[in-house]
């Protein structure tokens, strides 16, 4: 027997002399065979004499062997991960707990580092799920090549990766182990096929007992620290910081509020008239997005359609604004247009002018109405299908603007390849404007180059008669600002909408 198994079986044995109860013990065997262990169970029962002492015990012995070892998989397998074998995220909270209770006893700190792939999305698509697994398990094997037998090294996620330092007790200790690991990590990976690949990852870091004192809110913020990181700065590494985190939470906040925004009915448009500059009658209204939250209060449109972005959502809010306008642009009685921003997003996901066409049936909108703007950003994100969805919407019948002009990647084969219908000047160049100032001439030459490509040019930001009046005399085709109208609910303007006769569309509306 294994000499403790020995000594726990002794024990057994003489407990039963001692109590005359049945007991068994399970117990190992080595040396059955070169480097073979066997396990066997041993079920003892105890023989006694008419006076009631124990004379002598009889049992029968079992091997368990195959089930032992069957017991062993299921245990590593719950609590490591079956690709690379490294303790699975279930295990890591078990034993960090255990780590942390351990460093509050002996008063010294831990760092926790969060290791994340950059753009481990890329080598699954590049080179396929295999060779990403492979990628996997080989920086699980270079992460615990530089750690210590004494550290924890877990997979808890797809690329991610953490490493528990224990008896640090400077923060320069743990950042030169975060660089050597990210070094390590960055040396290129040979393939099964035999092909190269480089990689690099970020990782954020959090110290106890400083950034927090249970498993839960060091791995939170390490994670907090590491999205920040890959962010700003990819390929490098970052601790945690309150300040940065409150900000880093607040906008998580907002993001999952903005998830429900919808279901709650808490977006709606306003609406901002368009003014032609020949007969100084509304022509027109762009309908602009807003996001009065109960919790936030009015979000400006700036942040909020930028979250949409970045977590997904623009397409679905996108739809949603069109069907909105085109709805409502559908109940006037004066046949105006409505203009509403696309997402670039929109333009280079999912398929835009089926959208449109479908919402125009629904809306009943004729397509001469409605005119989709879209920014210079979105011409530099896969031209050919911008240019191919452009395109198609426009054989709808549906006018194309391109918004803020100026302000972007502004150039000539630009607007020579895109079917645009109608330039749009940004706001920052007519806020300053005055006869003889840099404004002026700028404004001066895009409207020539509208006039040169028969493209109406429409002013926006306009906030003044001043303003206005040197706009009138430049050749301006429309003009959009506060001073004709604030964006406001469509309601506002009922007058110009539902008016009969085209008079009351007036530029004196306020």
Same mark, same amino acid.
């Given at each position: ?179 050597? =690991? ?14 190269? +690949?480089? +990689? ?70 306003? *609406? ?8 100084? =009658? ?64 929109? +333009? ?23 005119? +989709? ?108 600002? *506060? ?28």
């Amino acid at each position: 027997m294994d000499e403790a198994d020995r000594a726990s079986f002794l024990a057994t044995f003489a407990t039963i002399f001692e109590t005359g109860e049945p007991a068994a013990v399970e117990v190992r065997l080595d040396g059955c065979g070169e480097g073979a262990r066997r396990w066997f169970w041993i079920d003892m029962r105890p023989e006694t004499s008419p006076a009631g002492a124990v004379i002598a015990v009889r049992g029968f012995c079992q091997e368990i062997t195959d089930r032992k070892l069957a017991l062993e998989r299921i245990r590593f397998m719950t609590s490591h991960d079956p690709l690379t074998s490294l303790i699975n995220r279930g295990h890591l909270l078990e034993r960090l707990d255990q780590v942390l209770a351990e460093a509050r006893r002996r008063r010294e700190n831990v760092a926790l580092l969060t290791f994340d792939i950059d753009d481990f999305k890329g080598i699954n698509d590049l080179f396929g799920h295999s060779a990403a697994d492979g990628v996997l398990r080989e920086v699980a094997a270079r992460i615990s090549r530089q750690v210590r037998e004494t550290d924890l090294v877990a997979r808890v996620g797809g690329d991610e990766f953490v490493v528990v330092e224990t008896g640090c007790e400077e923060p320069e200790i743990v950042e030169a182990l975060a660089r050597r =690991l990210l070094r390590a990590i960055a040396e290129p990976i040979t393939l099964a096929d035999g092909r190269e +690949i480089a +990689i690099s990852a970020s990782v954020g870091i959090a110290l106890h007992p400083f950034d927090g004192m249970t498993s839960s809110a060091l791995l939170a913020h390490s994670s907090q620290a590491l999205h920040v990181t890959k962010k700003e700065r990819p390929n490098s590494l970052g601790f945690y910081d309150a300040t940065i985190q409150s900000e880093w939470q607040k906008r998580r906040v907002l993001e999952q509020d903005l998830r429900l925004a919808l279901q709650h009915r808490e977006l709606s448009l306003v *609406y901002q008239p368009m003014i032609c500059m020949r007969t100084t =009658l509304c022509s027109g209204f762009e309908a602009l997005l807003r996001w009065n939250s109960p919790v936030h209060g009015p979000v400006a449109p700036d942040l909020f359609i930028g979250l949409a972005e970045s977590i997904g959502l623009m397409e679905e809010v996108g739809t949603w604004v069109l069907r909105e306008a085109c709805a409502e642009a559908a109940r006037w009685s004066v046949p105006l247009t409505v203009a509403v921003n696309v997402s670039p997003i929109q +333009i280079q996901q999912g398929d835009l002018a089926a959208i449109i066409t479908d919402i125009l049936r629904e809306t009943g909108l004729p397509p001469s109405r409605l005119e +989709i703007e879209v920014t210079e950003s979105m011409l530099i994100r896969n031209f050919e299908r911008a240019v191919d969805t452009l395109q198609r919407i426009k054989s709808l019948g549906v006018g194309i603007s391109i918004d803020d002009f100026g302000t972007g990647y502004s150039s000539l084969a630009t607007l020579r390849a895109f079917p645009f219908n109608k330039l749009k000047i940004d706001r920052s160049f007519v806020r300053d404007l005055a006869e003889e100032s840099e404004s002026l001439a700028i404004v001066n030459a895009v409207l020539g180059l509208g006039r040169g490509l028969r493209l109406p040019v429409v002013v926006e930001g306009v906030e003044t008669e001043r303003q206005a009046d040197i706009l009138r005399d430049c050749g301006a085709d429309e003009i959009q600002g *506060y001073l004709f109208g604030r964006p406001s609910p469509i309601s506002t303007y009922s007058a110009i909408t539902d008016a009969m006769r085209p008079q009351h569309r007036s530029i004196s509306i306020q």
